[in-house]
């Protein structure tokens, strides 16, 4: 559909049973023409693989991060603590607590390292947010954006008019 680019959008992920969902950020990313790459970094298991992802993503062209972690989900806190990137968090409900440890691990961070946090499991909104940081300074993803709000509200207009 669109021209693969260079990514602009690092998409990383915990553990390897996070692809299922972060594959979800990876296809509305496609959808709206912006270019992507993925891969695993622990902030526990591997630090200083997910420490030196955060320190070169700048130079390599990458944009915006997002972090996908479940349980103690600490790996958007560790990015945003290595780069100027913005860092969007996408905790996991992959817990025995339902993903509310993911979420307080995601957004409860400290002055001067903000992680934008997004819903629960909430991979599409991830992505939605890349683009439209993206989009302040890219005027045909912007109008892809607008077209992507249009459909969604057109869906909800089709399906009140069908409960008629």
């Known amino acids: 559909m669109f021209e693969k680019k260079s990514p602009l959008v690092g998409l990383v992920m915990g553990s390897d049973s996070d692809l299922p969902l972060v594959r979800e950020a990876a296809e509305t990313l496609d959808n709206l023409g912006v270019s992507w790459e993925m891969t695993i970094a622990s902030a526990h298991r591997s630090p200083r693989l997910a420490q030196a992802y955060a320190q070169q993503a700048r130079d390599?062209?990458?944009k915006v991060l997002v972090a996908a972690a479940g349980y103690a989900a600490h790996l958007a806190g560790v990015l945003a603590a290595e780069t100027i990137l913005p860092v969007i968090g996408l905790p996991l409900a992959s817990s025995p607590l339902s993903g509310l440890d993911s979420l307080l691990s995601t957004v409860m961070m400290p002055a001067g390292v903000p992680v934008a946090t997004v819903t629960l499991d909430g991979a599409k909104n991830a992505a939605v947010l890349?683009?439209?940081?993206?989009?302040?300074?890219?005027?045909p993803l912007a109008q892809r954006l607008l077209d992507y709000k249009n459909s969604l509200a057109e869906k909800v207009a089709e399906k009140a008019a069908s409960l008629r």
């Open 60 to 62: 390599r062209g990458i």
């Open 130 to 139: 890349a683009a439209q940081i993206l989009a302040l300074s890219d005027a």
